[in-house]
């Protein structure tokens, strides 16, 4: 069974670097075709995705934070590591890592997502 | 970036309605579009990829179409379960794209 479960801080202070951790059962980030995104939803608001690794270390990020973001790989712990740089209250929202696989002609959505993790961000 | 044009924002019907709900892409995507449904406090749950393609454990009466780049969720009867938001979800090209929304409400 294929399980995903966010963890990290629930309050950081504006500038400060958000670290969080996607530890991932039932699967492997080693294994071909498989990749894991990280996805945020602000309070009352939609979703935004924000970044994706795969399983040969191919990373894909939101242009619009892609200068605050860092995903990376942790094969021999099973995580995945998403880092958000100078952190702002507008950030404040619940962070979802969730799982995708290839298809015949690229990688399909999102079929198994964390629980999520809330983070504020506030002074 | 591609748009996903949700519509509508908020949606009012009964059990045993049958809804549509209409995500529209800026540009071509091809078939690869996902619909999620979420209620309050949980995470998103893959209903349909690839467009129409329901996943595994997903009740018949969901269905999803394209036409273009129009795409449409249907809940053919519904059940007091489906009452929930429901986002549509562009995975063609990056930077990924979700649409707004949509909020079905009990009449």
């Known amino acids: 069974q294929i399980t995903l479960k966010e963890s990290g801080p629930t309050l950081v202070k504006p500038t400060q670097t958000l670290t969080l951790t996607c530890t991932l059962s039932g699967f492997s980030l080693s294994t071909s075709g498989v990749g894991v995104g990280w996805i945020r939803q602000p309070p009352g608001k939609a979703l935004e995705w924000l970044a994706l690794?795969?399983?040969?270390?191919?990373?894909r990020y939101s242009p619009s934070l892609q200068s605050r973001l860092t995903i990376t790989k942790d094969t021999s712990e099973n995580q995945v590591v998403l880092t958000m740089t100078n952190m702002d209250p507008v950030d404040t929202g619940t962070y979802y890592c969730?799982?995708?696989?290839?298809?015949?002609?690229?990688?399909?959505?999102?079929?198994?997502w964390g629980q999520g993790t809330m983070v504020s961000v506030s002074s | 970036d591609i748009q996903m044009t949700q519509s509508p924002a908020t949606l009012s019907a009964s059990v045993g309605d049958r809804v549509t709900i209409t995500c529209r892409a800026s540009q071509s995507i091809s078939s690869w579009l996902a619909w999620y449904q979420q209620k309050p406090g949980t995470a998103p749950k893959l209903l349909i990829y690839?467009?129409?393609t329901l996943e595994s454990g997903v009740p018949s009466r969901f269905s999803g179409s394209r036409s273009g780049t129009e795409f449409t969720l249907t809940i053919s009867s519904l059940q007091p379960d489906d009452f929930a938001t429901y986002y549509c979800q562009q995975y063609n090209s990056y930077p990924y794209t979700f649409g707004q929304g949509t909020k079905l409400e009990i009449k």
């Open positions: 690794i795969y399983w040969d270390d191919d990373k």
């Open positions: 969730a799982h995708a696989t290839y298809a015949s002609s690229g990688y399909d959505a999102f079929d198994i």
């Open positions: 690839r467009a129409s």
